[in-house]
């Protein structure tokens, strides 16, 4: 955490209940809290980092990219803000300065396993094969208990079967992990499980319903199937009405 000036120490308990309200999806009040923290020391890492999780959160990843950029421009030694950009700029699809963003983050700190997960994945998408694999292994080996591990692998895997056990293991560690439900849901679909499809993305939606992913998740759903039972809320309603 940066230094905060004495007579402004009341903006890290708004950025601290910012990121409670963050930790249980609770995402406009978290923004809320936030920009408050913000508007006494507008140039904080720390609260810009934070400002960006929330965007993060939503799906909202250019906006996530520009606070954690701001970050960095303002404390270019802060790992969290190299780690979260990279995450952000992996969601644009933009590996190339993704990676450049974990390469910076291992400088500061070289033994950590969600960087080196980072390192994986845009150098898999970059055609890196080999690479790839060495990055993975040393993730799974510093940091084997991590959700978005078993996302990523569930994720390259072809077969659907292996792919839906990997994300398994990851849904075991963090059950309302949006990405893990979206993926599990997606795989659910073309395994042709429509009923278990349909119950896994009723739960994302339930804990982020204005999340820009879980909506076009639910309108492949509706495309892709015909058991619609778990949209008789709000959305599926409006598609009625349309």
């Given amino acids: ?24 999806n609770q995402f406009e009040e978290a923004m809320q809290f936030i ?11 720390d609260f810009l980092i934070g ?35 990279g995450t952000a700029l992996i969601r644009l699809e933009n590996y190339t300065d993704a990676l450049a963003c974990y390469r910076q983050a291992n400088t500061i700190k ?17 055609g890196e094969t ?24 569930g994720r390259i895997e072809r077969d659907a079967e292996k792919a839906l056990k990997l994300l398994m293991r990851g849904y075991g560690m963090d059950p309302d992990n949006i990405d893990i439900l979206l993926e599990i849901t997606r795989i659910y679909i073309q395994l042709g499980n429509q009923e278990e499809a349909g119950r896994i993305l009723e739960r994302a939606y339930e804990l982020s319903p204005k999340n820009q992913r879980v ?28």
């Avoid at 690479?131 to 940091?143: D, F, H, M």
Wanted: hydrophobic share 35%.
């Fill in 130 to 153: 080999d690479e790839a694999s060495n990055a993975l292994k040393t993730a799974i080996r510093l940091k084997p208990n991590q959700p978005a591990l078993w996302y990523h692998l």
């Fill in 215 to 242: 909506v076009e998740m639910m309108e492949y759903y509706v495309l892709e199937t015909t058991w619609n039972e778990v949209f008789d809320k709000p959305y599926g309603n409006n598609s009625e009405n349309e």
């Fill in 110 to 126: 070289n033994h950590d396993g969600e960087v080196w997960l980072g390192i994986g994945i845009c150098l898999l998408n970059l």
């Fill in 35 to 45: 920009n408050t923290a913000l508007d006494a020391l507008p140039e904080n890492p």
């Fill in 51 to 85: 400002k960006g999780d929330v965007y993060l959160s939503l799906g909202n990843y250019e906006e996530a990219y520009y606070y954690y950029r701001r970050a960095t421009d303002n404390e270019p030694g802060n790992f969290r803000a190299w780690l979260n950009m």
């Fill in 1 to 24: 955490m940066s230094r905060i000036p004495a007579n402004k120490l009341y903006a890290l308990g708004w950025y601290n209940e910012g990121i409670a309200h963050l930790k249980i």
